[in-house]
C-alpha cells in the first residue's frame, strides 16, 4: 500500500474527532509523505515517534497496536500474564499508559501501573519486584517534546532483546488499526483487571538504591544544583539525595513536568545545552557541582564550576569517574567481590578499561543498549554470581550499580556521583580535578560523537545504504595513522589488516563496523536503534591533550566525508 493509499484509508476509517479530521484532509503532500510513507518499526524495544495521526506517528492507534501485540506475544509463552506500566511527564504518556493497560487487560493480562509519572528505572524494578511477564514505559527519552514512544521489557526488567522483539513486531503487524477495546481503563479498574502500584513499592526502591552505597558518611557539605529537565526525577532524585544529606537546590523552571519543554527543547543531558538554565543560576549560587537528568530520569549528566566558567563532564568521563571511585570504596572496605564484573558498552571509552585493570577487573564489552548489560547481569544471576556485577556503563550518560533493575538508573548514578563530589571536596579536590589526574595518569582518551539526523520517509533507507555504502569502503588509512584491525558485527567477524587473519565475534549481530588505529584511535560507525541517524563514535588517545584533540579534530573531518549529503 502506497503513502497515499494509507492516507485515504485514514480518512475513511480512522474514529477521529471532527477536529482531528479536519486537521487530516488539511495535510500538504510532504506532512502526509511523512506521516503514512512508512509504519512505525519495532525497534530497540519498542517503538518511537513524533505524535500525530498516521502509520509513522505515535497515536492512540498506534500505541494500542502495539500493547495488542505485545499481549500476543506474552500469551504464546508461559510467562506470568502480568504487566507493569510506568510513564514519563510528556504530553500524552499517562493517555497512551491507560490505553496500555486496557487493551492489554483486554486480552486477559493482568496489569499494574504506577498512579503517577516514574522514572524507566522503577518501571525495571516494579516488573522484576511484582514478578511481571512483561513490562511497557510511555516515554521518548530525551527527545524533542514533539516525540513519544512505547518501551518493552522482558520478565527480566530488562528492555527487550532482538528475538521477542521480532515476535512482538510479527504480532503487531497482523493486527488492525480501528479495533476498538472491549472496555475502558476505568471500567478494568473498577473490575480489578488493573491496580495501581502501592506506594510501598516507591520506599522499597528508595531503599533498594540507598542500599548501593560504598560509603556510611553523609554528603550534608555538599551544595548541589540539580534539575529534572521538567520529567520524573524531581520526587526520586531528590528524595534520596536528600536521605543522604545533601543540599539540593532546584531550577525551578524546570522543577515540573512540562511536555513542552520549554526551557530546554532537546532535554538530552549529553547536550551542554541542557544544562544552560542551571548554568543562568550557578553564577549566582555558586554550587559545588550541577547534575541533570533526562526526562525518564535514566540519564544522568554534571558539571562543575570552575574559574572560568562551567565544564561538563561527558558520559564516557563520569563513567570513568564512578567506575574508579566504586572499585576503589568497594577494594578499600574488602567489599569487592572475587572475579568482579565491570560492563560497558562498545562505543564507550577504553579508557574504562584500564580503570578497571588498577584494580584487577577485567571489563566486558557489549553492543549498544542497555539491554546487554542486562543480559550480562541475567547470565550472571542464572550461575547464583548476580553479586559480581560491580558498574555498567554507556558513553550515552547510561549507568547502573546494582542488579534490583536492568535498565540504567539516574537515581542510583546521581547519589553515587554526589557521594563521590562529597569525598573529594573533604580531600579539597572537585570532580574536575579528578579526571584530569585519570588522564594524567592513564592517558588522554578524547571522544566525540558525531550524529547526522536523516529526513523523510525514505531516512531508514538512507540509514541502510550508508552502512552498506562505508562497508564497501573501508578505509585502511585515517588521518596519516594506519588502521589495523577491522571489526564487522554483522557479519560477526574481526579482521586484522596487518595480518589478514580474521577471528569471530561473540557478540549478537548487529549493524555496526568499528576500526582499530592501533593504540592511537578508534572510529566506531553505526545507525540509531532508535531514531533516523546516522553516529559516529571517535576516540582519540595519547599521552598529550593537544595532540590527542589534534588527532581528533583530523578524524571528525576524514570521517564526515562519508556521512550522507
Not at 527480566?156 to 510479527?170: F, L, N, R, S, W
Not at 560504598?214 to 536521605?243: D, F, I, M, S
Not at 550541577?290 to 563532564?313: H, M, N, Q, S
Not at 579536590?429 to 550524529?451: I, T
Request: hydrophobic share 40%.
Amino acid at each position: 500500500m502506497e503513502y497515499l493509499d494509507r492516507y485515504h484509508f485514514w480518512c475513511e476509517n480512522a474514529p477521529l474527532t471532527p477536529e482531528e479530521k479536519q486537521t487530516l484532509l488539511a495535510l500538504g503532500d510532504d506532512a502526509i509523505k511523512g506521516a503514512f510513507g512508512a509504519e512505525l518499526q519495532f525497534g530497540t524495544a519498542g517503538i518511537r515517534g513524533i505524535m500525530g495521526q498516521g502509520t509513522n506517528c505515535l497515536n492512540d492507534f498506534t500505541v494500542r497496536r502495539t500493547a495488542q501485540g505485545l499481549a500476543a506475544w506474552l500469551a504464546a509463552t508461559e510467562l506470568p500474564r502480568k504487566c507493569a506500566i510506568g510513564y514519563d511527564s510528556r504530553h500524552n504518556s499517562q493517555r497512551y499508559a491507560h490505553i496500555c493497560a486496557a487493551a492489554l487487560a483486554d486480552r486477559g493480562v493482568h496489569v499494574y501501573v504506577y498512579h503517577e509519572l516514574a522514572p524507566t528505572p522503577m518501571l525495571s524494578f516494579a516488573v522484576r519486584q511484582l514478578g511481571c511477564g512483561c513490562g511497557i514505559v510511555v516515554s521518548a527519552s530525551h527527545n524533542a517534546g514533539i516525540y513519544n514512544g512505547i518501551k518493552c521489557y522482558g520478565p527480566d526488567g530488562c528492555q527487550m532483546t532482538d528475538e521477542p522483539a521480532a515476535i512482538v513486531y510479527k504480532e503487531i503487524s497482523n493486527i488492525a488499526y480501528f479495533v476498538s477495546g472491549k472496555h475502558s481503563f476505568e471500567e478494568h479498574l473498577a473490575q480489578g483487571n488493573v491496580e495501581f502500584i502501592a506506594q510501598e513499592l516507591w520506599e522499597r526502591y528508595y531503599r533498594t538504591v540507598l542500599a548501593e552505597r560504598v560509603t556510611t558518611q553523609p554528603a550534608n557539605h555538599l551544595n548541589l544544583l540539580y534539575t529534572p529537565l521538567c520529567g520524573t526525577g524531581n520526587k526520586p532524585v531528590r528524595e534520596v539525595l536528600g536521605r543522604i544529606g545533601v543540599n539540593v537546590d532546584v531550577v525551578r523552571v524546570q522543577e515540573l513536568p512540562d511536555g513542552d519543554f520549554k526551557t530546554c527543547e532537546y532535554p538530552n543531558p549529553e547536550t551542554d545545552a541542557a544544562l544552560n538554565e542551571s548554568y543562568k543560576i550557578a553564577r549566582d549560587t555558586h554550587p559545588d557541582l550541577i547534575l541533570g537528568t533526562d526526562p525518564d530520569c535514566d540519564r544522568v549528566a554534571v558539571a562543575v564550576p570552575t574559574e572560568d566558567g562551567f565544564r561538563k563532564l561527558s558520559g564516557n568521563e563520569l563513567g570513568c569517574l564512578l567506575l574508579d571511585y566504586i572499585l576503589g570504596e568497594m577494594k578499600k572496605n574488602g567489599t569487592l567481590p572475587d572475579h568482579p564484573v565491570a560492563v560497558r558498552s562498545i562505543v564507550s571509552t577504553p579508557l574504562a578499561d584500564k580503570v578497571a585493570a588498577q584494580y584487577g577487573v577485567k571489563m566486558k564489552a557489549v553492543l549498544t543498549g542497555f539491554k546487554y548489560i542486562g543480559g550480562e547481569i541475567l547470565a550472571l544471576e542464572e550461575k547464583g554470581e548476580e553479586h559480581r556485577f560491580v558498574f555498567g556503563f554507556e558513553e550515552s550518560c547510561g549507568y547502573l550499580k546494582g542488579t534490583y533493575a536492568r535498565d540504567k538508573d539516574a537515581v542510583v548514578a546521581s547519589m553515587l556521583t554526589c557521594d563521590l563530589a562529597a569525598k573529594l571536596k573533604r580531600e579539597g579536590m572537585s570532580l574536575v580535578q579528578k579526571m584530569d589526574a585519570l588522564y594524567e595518569k592513564l592517558g588522554y582518551h578524547e571522544a566525540k560523537v558525531v550524529s547526522l539526523e536523516l529526513k523523510g520517509p525514505d531516512a531508514m533507507a538512507l540509514s541502510a545504504k550508508f552502512m552498506s555504502d562505508f562497508r564497501a569502503e573501508i578505509p585502511t588509512m585515517l588521518c596519516g595513522v594506519a588502521v589495523t584491525k577491522c571489526t564487522d558485527y554483522a557479519s560477526r567477524v574481526t579482521k586484522d589488516l596487518t595480518t589478514g587473519e580474521e577471528r569471530p565475534v561473540t557478540l549478537p549481530k548487529s549493524n555496526v563496523v568499528a576500526l582499530t588505529l592501533g593504540e592511537k584511535a578508534s572510529v566506531i560507525v553505526r545507525p540509531s536503534g532508535t531514531e533516523p541517524k546516522v553516529k559516529l563514535y571517535l576516540t582519540a588517545i595519547d599521552r598529550s591533550k593537544e595532540k590527542a584533540l589534534c588527532l581528533l579534530a583530523q578524524l571528525e573531518t576524514a570521517m564526515s566525508a562519508y556521512l550522507p549529503k
